[in-house]
């Protein structure tokens, strides 16, 4: 449980990074949606056990060092999600009994839940949700714009700042972009207040989306994957003046700190009011009554959702009036007055034109599907994923098949199935390839896998999945170093492997077409910045099976060294905190091979960096004592109580003796351990005394 609980929380936070700092989701949304959703369950199965940064207990993800940060006065929460009417009736009821508004319980008589006695069984969570759904709360319903959120703040009517969200508390500081969106007023009009924060979405028009794609297909580069990530990368431009050419836009939907303002009474008072200000306020807004109101609104949106020209994925419902907000209040995360009623993902039908497999930096071979272009879930797909083999057999797909797209405003459209009506007679079924498109290979299927792999080292699709994950920005972020510029450079013989990067022979790039000094002298300087990456990002780059940014950071920090790391053993590094045996194995295995020593020595020999963080030594207080902990303790985890001892030189056993130095107990210890410690006379500390204790190494008076 423990372990599935860290490793979910490690899997959002890595999820968090990539969307939030890089930009770069790797995962749809409704697979992140579905980790967070497990986190959760366990979490309200298990109480005890939330940890106060849980990605539950927080938002978004850490800030990055391009800008300068800016602490919210007031945090910028997120929301909470409904994805079903039975969760959303949840919420509404939740709503109701926190404003202490009377329910219509049902027809009187109805004694809900007595199966045993052959009566009817009620569901008395959702007769009382279905019974809220009712209530006359007043909401104010409106889109849930697929954007960046961000926050204006205008002093005395000027606009002095514009932030992100970044963590919620402390966001960047992105003024200068902000300037540049048309439509964002330097200046509020009528009276304006001595501080209005206003919180928005800055979103980039469906329209100037297909635009920018046009032409950068025209310039022969590759095209944005959706508006979000494009909208999210122009707004983090280092060049304000990129920014302002992309055409963004923005709609304001939240009051953040107000000085000298009206006095207002519902949430839809303050959005007319923040459009009388000149700020663009979605008019698509709607003040209801029910949730049945809701869902209409929703409901519309959900068919009419093209007929926008930016991208929407649900509603949110607000509760209308702004005491009763207040007298709900929030969680650590979001509002209890709001909600995101999202979509469910879209689906549309397109012909099926080729299946091609494609092989990854680690030989595993993926087939895709060609497709006839088709707009869904708010791009024009031409390629969906189709997993693996069992994927391709289970769904039977064949070229030449109308199929079913999903896509779910995110960056992986996926081929549900074929209609089978619409199969032209004489269709063949797909067979796997036998070997490898790229090197001709035989491809093997090693036991236990769901994937085909090819097993060349040397081949040339591994080659460029290898060298592009290398310069991608999660790994040593090379600006230049992109999917043609490495395609170009391994074609040409310049490069075979990432150790090549740093010895390339530049009189022959400058013989190349499209290389003229301007663009060595910048590829030359982005490689020569990569060498003062933080060592982190270099075992990212590695591209070591199981290692993602956590881990790398977690390895980073605990060894302070590469050397350290490629000597450590499996159970060296299994050790620590944050780092699972599957991680510890890999990373093991992966430094046990002669080409990936030969590679770290010529990455170190080439000035690339492979010092960590300073390692702070930790005292060895605890040397000879031994400590057991017993329940639950607030600020740490099962393994983080177990490594604060062993890291300053303590033992921690499973179970008391009379060589136990003390018991720590957290809430609900096992019995056994605590009569056993009694008996025994060994001292029985909480946690303040266990936090003394680690310390100074000496038991609390
Ligand atoms: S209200 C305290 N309203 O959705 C409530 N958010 O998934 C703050 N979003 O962080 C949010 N449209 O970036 C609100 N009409 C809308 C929205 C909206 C899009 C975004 C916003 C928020 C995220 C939560």
């Not at 850490?62 to 919210?72: D, G, I, L, R, W």
Request: include cysteine.
């Amino acid at each position: 449980m423990q372990e599935r609980l860290d490793e979910l929380r490690r899997l959002i936070r890595h999820h968090n990074d990539l969307y939030h700092r890089l930009d770069a989701p790797e995962i749809p949304d409704v697979e992140y949606d579905l980790l967070v959703r497990e986190l959760e369950a366990l979490e309200a199965e298990h109480p005890e056990l939330i940890v106060p940064d849980s990605p539950t207990q927080t938002v978004g993800g850490a800030p990055s060092a391009t800008f300068a940060p800016v602490t919210h006065e007031l945090p910028m929460m997120s929301l909470d999600n409904a994805f079903t009417r039975a969760e959303l009736n949840g919420w509404a009821a939740r709503v109701a009994r926190g404003l202490d508004l009377e329910l219509d319980q049902g027809p009187p008589g109805v004694d809900p839940g007595h199966e045993a006695d052959g009566g009817p069984v009620v569901d008395v969570a959702a007769a009382i949700a279905a019974a809220a759904a009712a209530a006359p709360v007043g909401y104010v319903c409106e889109l849930k714009i697929d954007g960046v959120a961000c926050s204006l703040r205008y002093e005395d009517g000027v606009l002095v700042q514009a932030a992100t969200r970044g963590n919620g508390r402390v966001g960047e500081d992105i003024t200068a972009n902000i300037r540049g969106i048309a439509v964002i007023p330097n200046e509020l009009t009528g009276p304006a207040p001595q501080v209005v924060e206003v919180r928005g979405e800055v979103y980039l028009p469906v329209s100037t989306f297909e635009k920018l794609n046009e032409s950068q297909e025209a310039a022969g580069l590759p095209r944005y994957a959706n508006p979000r990530n494009t909208a999210a990368g122009s707004l983090r431009q280092k060049d304000p003046a990129i920014t302002a050419g992309r055409g963004l836009a923005f709609w304001s939907y939240q009051l953040g700190v107000v000085e000298g303002g009206p006095s207002l009474e519902g949430h839809g008072d303050a959005l007319d009011w923040l459009a009388e200000l000149g700020l663009p306020v979605n008019p698509e807004r709607r003040r209801v009554e029910t949730v049945d109101e809701v869902v209409a609104f929703a409901d519309h949106w959900l068919e009419h959702r093209h007929d926008l020209d930016y991208e929407i994925d649900g509603a949110v419902v607000k509760v209308d009036r702004l005491a009763r907000q207040e007298a709900l209040g929030a969680t650590a995360k979001a509002p209890r007055w709001a909600i995101a009623y999202k979509f469910p993902p879209e689906e549309r039908t397109t012909k099926l034109l080729d299946i091609q497999v494609s092989i990854g930096r680690t030989g595993k071979a993926t087939p895709f599907a060609v497709l006839e272009p088709v707009f869904v879930g708010g791009s024009t797909v031409q390629v969906a994923t189709l997993h693996n083999d069992d994927q391709v057999r289970l769904k039977d797909v064949r070229p030449g098949d109308t199929v079913v797209v999903r896509k779910a405003g995110d960056v992986i459209p996926e081929v549900i199935g074929p209609v089978l009506a619409e199969r032209p007679a004489g269709l063949e079924r797909w067979t796997f390839p036998e070997s490898c498109p790229a090197c001709d290979t035989p491809l093997v299927r090693p036991e236990g896998e769901a994937h085909n792999f090819c097993v060349n080292p040397t081949c040339p699709a591994q080659r460029q999945g290898r060298i592009e994950h290398f310069t991608s920005r999660g790994g040593m972020d090379i600006e230049g170093m992109g999917e043609s510029t490495v395609a170009l450079f391994i074609e040409q013989g310049l490069i075979s492997d990432v150790g090549d990067i740093y010895d390339i022979d530049w009189d022959a790039v400058a013989e190349l077409e499209g290389f003229g000094q301007t663009s060595i002298d910048n590829l030359k300087a982005a490689i020569e910045a990569s060498k003062q990456r933080p060592l982190a990002s270099l075992l990212v780059g590695l591209g070591i099976r199981h290692l993602g940014p956590a881990g790398a950071e977690v390895l980073a920090r605990a060894f302070g060294h590469l050397d350290a790391i490629v000597s450590a053993t499996a159970e060296e590094m299994a050790a620590i905190d944050g780092v699972g045996p599957t991680i510890a194995a890999s990373v093991a295995d992966y430094f046990a091979t002669d080409e990936a020593r030969a590679l770290v020595a010529r990455l170190q020999a080439a000035g690339v960096n492979v010092q960590g963080p300073e390692v702070t030594s930790v005292p060895q207080v605890l040397e000879g004592l031994s400590i057991v902990v017993s329940g639950t303790l607030s600020g740490f985890s099962r393994d983080g109580a177990a490594q604060a001892i062993k890291s300053r030189g303590g033992k921690n056993p499973g179970s008391v003796s009379k060589k136990t130095t003390a018991l720590v107990v957290g809430t609900e210890p096992g019995a056994s351990k605590l009569t056993k410690a009694e008996e025994l006379g060994v001292p029985i500390i909480d946690e303040a005394g266990f936090e003394a204790l680690l310390e100074t190494g000496r038991l609390p008076d």
